[in-house]
């Protein structure tokens, strides 16, 4: 997926725009994943991150959710690193 927003149609018939934070393959499982956000905030004030499985071979790659605990580890240790690295590169900077 090269592009870095998409557009899906909600249950209620609403479009929502997502902006693509990364994807990446796993070793582990022979998946792509796409991690990705509408910008919204949870009610502690955290920006809403959503994760799925996509084919990136496939021109509009239909998105599947993640059912294996195996493969939401993956993901939140991927998100953690991330925002560690971001936490130290901030902290840097100050």
Known sequence: MEQN??????????????DVLFTFQ??????????????????EGNVQVYASIYHPE???SKLEAIETDQEWKIIDTILKTIQDELKNNQDEQN
């Open 5 to 18: 927003s998409f557009t899906i149609i909600n249950e209620e018939g609403k479009e929502v725009k997502y």
């Open 58 to 60: 496939e021109e509009h």
């Open 26 to 43: 796993s070793e582990e499982t022979n998946k792509d994943y796409i991690v990705y956000t509408d910008n919204t905030k949870d009610e």
